[in-house]
């Protein structure tokens, strides 16, 4: 039968989307079902106003071969008519799909649109194609059946362009490369889709000439949605007649009419955004305490579904900041752990460390980072209740020397009292840090499938003292200890400052050193020198985030760059925020390198102010008079994803030497939906969709894959799904980039402040929100929660067409 469940009058109705289709009074459609089991039909109509297109024969034939194709239950027959007569008629209702081929001005009368739309309200499948964009140009209702309605400005001309894939479990999709090339005729819109429609590809505005006031890099092109009852895709390619021989382009119509016929499921809901609800659920702090959620510096969920959120050390203005060297209590503060439980909706403290992080404002030689920086959870913290925590214990800091302990130790969670039980205590792990002068402390932490523990670390570095570029400055030392020098740290093989550390936490509270790590700890050089088998990935500048895809154990980075606002033909780049895709041990670059390996200007006594050498990316020496360990250290990596206050991915020529001219004037932005400006990344997760769990609030799997990346600032700074390319290229290049930007809502009511999220084990994503300070907390400091509220796939299964129903398709 056509529709399963139809009536035996063949009576069928579906209420109408809210606010997206008028109510006409208009009889509804009968649609009997069709006279064959297998009889599935497509009604292709080509009517236009003036001159008929030169693509509607190419289409005709090339729908027409499409249905002959494929298994028999997924086969169609075509009726093509270029009269709108048929719209009155009752057996349009004979016709699973309705095709608009071309349409190019008021083609339908109102009694003939009355009709389409009660066919639609039935549960009919509606595909236009290009120009059916431009069809019934005074209808509201058509308007919504579309999407979007053509600009003025759209390019007349045939361009060859790349057509970015995203979504990859549509049925018209699914089969397609990631980055399509093809040519055709590209459209440009009044006003865009995205977001009110679910965009299953867009195409790539910097491949081709779009004209003026092209909308960006965010242009749909491809997409569909659940409309009045019925099922709406709409393509605008297929504008040149020549769309219709490729192979590419006929899977694409014949996976939109695979769906739009009922013969397969498709989720055209997953983005939308109105299908999510972002909910804060912790309440303010009570004013002069930390009861709810303290300075918000991390999240992590347990199996459970609890969630712990750690504060770093910062209080609240109430509370006071000692900054005087010579009091004992010089940034003494709270770094709290609050437990989120979602069955009570209630934040309760569960314990505090007493650390070095009550410091805040002030300059480079005032203020200071450091505090409870970290929070993990043990594999098997249902049974044995393991807590990891990252922090500097005050009660270690030298008020002599400026120099702190940075620790990672485990404790327990009393199950009984729900309290962190503060003398159960082990020390895995601790290294000195220098705390005269801000900044970069990192630390995150992540586990992957072999239970390895990673841990972030920032350069331990100031941001002044080299103009915003490398902060490579040996100079300014306090009482012998380096603090502008990240070669000290970051560029050095004997520091776990500026690292990503990789341990396997015993039982008994030490550690063991996984294969794979960059270093084994024994390797020396001419130079002498030592290494620290801890160290997993080196030359990272303060990597606050960090996540492990436990399905390919790949880990995903970001930090932030130097303070630079433009480059500089004397010292290289301008400030880089930075993500990275990371399969194995490495060399990130930093303080040598950034981006795609753009070198910095090397500086050393007995003057750093006059520049010296270019770094070489691929073969670098740490020639640091502060540097302990190797001169010759590893080549660095190209990173994935970088951005700056001009844009994504600055690119510039190179000489001979491989050294850019780092001229604004010549500089290529490579990813045009990054800007930057005040800008502090926060790495996120990859989503791993569970099939098998029944939650009700879980993303779609229509984010399966992909890696979440956004930034601390929520004005034109990165809050992105991006697609990575398949393999495991060193520095490859995002493939597609969305915006979620209005599902993670940003302003001054949103989530201004982006500081960490994560994925529950119920597939909602929680989202810390750190508040409008800095180095304080204050109410809008809070947990949100963002679940899916867009509903399963359409059309339900007991409603796909007989053929591919008895097949099972879809389930």
């Given at each position: ?19 997206q289709?008028?109510?006409?009074s208009v ?6 079902s ?7 039909r ?13 693509t ?16 028999a ?30 349409g ?13 739309e ?11 194609v290009?120009d ?23 390019p ?25 090339k ?14 009110s ?7 790539r ?7 003026k ?9 491809s ?16 504008g ?18 695979m ?15 109105s ?18 959620i303290?300075?918000p510096h991390?999240?992590v969920?347990?199996?459970?579904g ?9 209080a ?31 934040s309760?403290l ?35 209740g ?51 002068s ?7 932490m ?11 670390t920032?350069?331990n ?17 306090f ?18 400052n ?15 050193l ?16 030592k290494t ?29 760059g ?9 010292w290289g ?22 981006g ?6 090397d500086?050393?006594?007995?003057d ?8 070489d ?27 700056s ?13 491989g ?6 004037s ?9 800007k ?23 993303w ?18 990165p ?17 597609h ?6 599902i993670?809502?940003v ?13 529950a ?10 508040g409008?300070?800095f ?11 963002v679940?899916?509220?867009g ?7 007991g409603?796909?067409a ?10």
């Open positions: 039968m056509l529709l399963a469940g139809a009536l035996a009058a063949g009576l069928l109705s579906a209420p109408a989307l809210a606010g289709a008028p109510d006409r009889p509804k459609l009968a649609l009997p069709p006279p064959g089991g297998e009889d599935v497509v009604l292709v109509f080509h009517g236009a106003t003036g001159e008929e297109s030169p509607v024969n190419a289409g005709i034939e090339a729908i027409e071969k499409i249905g002959q194709q494929g298994p239950q997924e086969r169609f027959t075509i009726q093509a008519t270029g009269d709108p007569a048929i719209f009155t008629k009752p057996r349009l209702g004979t016709f699973n799909a309705v095709v608009f081929l071309t190019d001005g008021d083609v339908l009368d109102p009694e003939q649109e009355a009709g389409l009660s066919y639609l309200e039935a549960g009919g499948g509606f595909l236009g290009h059916a964009a431009r069809a019934e140009p005074y209808s509201d209702w058509f308007t919504g059946l579309i999407g979007a309605r053509p600009a003025a400005n759209s007349q001309k045939t361009q060859r362009a790349t057509v970015e894939v995203g979504d990859r479990q549509h049925p018209a999709t699914k089969d397609l490369p990631v980055e399509w093809r040519p055709d005729k590209w459209l440009n819109w009044k006003e865009n889709p995205s977001g429609v679910h965009t299953v590809a867009r195409v505005t910097s491949t081709y000439d779009p004209g006031n092209s909308g960006g890099w965010d242009h749909p092109v997409w569909c949605r659940d409309y009045d009852g019925g099922r709406s895709f709409y393509t605008a390619m297929g040149t007649a020549a769309s219709y021989e490729e192979t590419d382009f006929r899977t694409h119509l014949r996976g939109a009419l769906w739009t016929t009922r013969l397969a499921r498709a989720d055209c809901q997953a983005a939308i955004t299908n999510y609800e972002a909910k804060r659920v912790t309440q303010p702090n009570q004013p002069g305490k930390n009861d709810q303290g300075e991390g999240v969920t347990a199996k459970d609890r969630v712990f959120t750690i504060g770093r050390g910062g609240d203005a109430d509370q006071p900041v000692v900054t005087d060297w010579n009091n004992p209590d010089i940034g003494k503060g709270k770094g709290q752990v609050h437990i989120y439980d979602p069955k009570t909706g209630k309760t569960a314990g505090e460390l007493t650390v070095f992080g009550n410091k805040g404002g002030g300059d480079e030689l005032v203020k200071n980072e450091e505090g409870l920086l970290g929070i993990e959870l043990d594999p098997d913290f249902a049974g044995n393991w807590v990891y925590l990252h922090y500097t214990p005050h009660s270690e800091i030298n008020r002599e020397t400026h120099m702190a302990e940075r620790r990672v130790s485990r404790f327990t969670l009393d199950k009984a009292t729900g309290k962190l039980a503060m003398d159960s205590e082990k020390v895995l792990l601790k290294w000195p840090v220098q705390i005269h801000c900044c970069h402390a990192g630390g995150g992540a586990w992957d499938s072999k239970d390895n523990l990673y841990i972030a920032g350069d570095n100031s941001s002044q003292f080299s103009e915003g570029y490398s902060g490579n400055n040996p100079q300014p030392n009482k012998g200890i380096s603090f502008a020098d990240a070669r000290r740290t970051a560029g050095n093989t004997n520091n776990l500026g690292k990503i550390l990789r341990i396997h936490p015993e039982d008994d509270g030490t550690y063991t996984p294969d794979g790590n960059l270093f084994t700890g024994k390797e020396t050089d001419e130079g002498g020198g620290r088998g801890e160290i997993y990935v080196m030359g990272v500048r303060n990597p606050a985030r960090i996540s492990i895809d436990k399905k390919t154990d790949t880990l995903y980075a970001g930090w932030v130097p303070d630079a606002a433009e480059p500089s033909e004397t780049p301008a400030k880089y925020d930075t993500f990275a895709r990371i399969n194995s041990a490495g060399n990130q670059g930093w303080p040598y390198c950034m795609n390996k753009q070198p910095y200007r500086r050393n006594l007995p750093p102010s006059k520049p010296q050498g270019w770094y990316c691929d073969h670098l020496k740490n020639e640091s008079p502060n540097n302990d360990g190797l001169v010759n250290i590893p080549p660095a990596r190209s990173n994935n994803i970088w951005y206050p001009q844009g994504g991915g600055p690119d510039y020529p190179r000489n001979a030497d050294v850019p001219s780092y001229k604004v010549e500089q290529k932005l490579t990813m045009p939906w990054l930057g400006g005040g800008q502090a990344t926060m790495n996120g997760p990859v989503y791993r969709f569970d099939k098998d769990s029944d939650s009700k609030d879980k779609p799997s229509y984010w399966e894959g992909k890696w979440f990346v956004g930034d601390f600032y929520d004005g034109d700074q809050r992105h799904a991006v697609v990575m390319p398949e393999g495991k290229a060193v520095g490859a290049p995002p493939v980039a969305e915006s979620l930007k209005k993670i809502p302003g001054e009511k949103g989530i201004r402040n982006l500081m960490d999220w994560k994925f084990p119920d597939g909602s994503l929680y989202v810390l929100d750190y409008r300070g180095f304080t907390s204050d109410d809008k400091s809070a947990l949100w929660q679940t899916y509220k509903g399963p796939p359409t059309p339900a299964a409603d796909l007989e053929p591919a129903l008895r097949k099972g398709a879809g389930r």
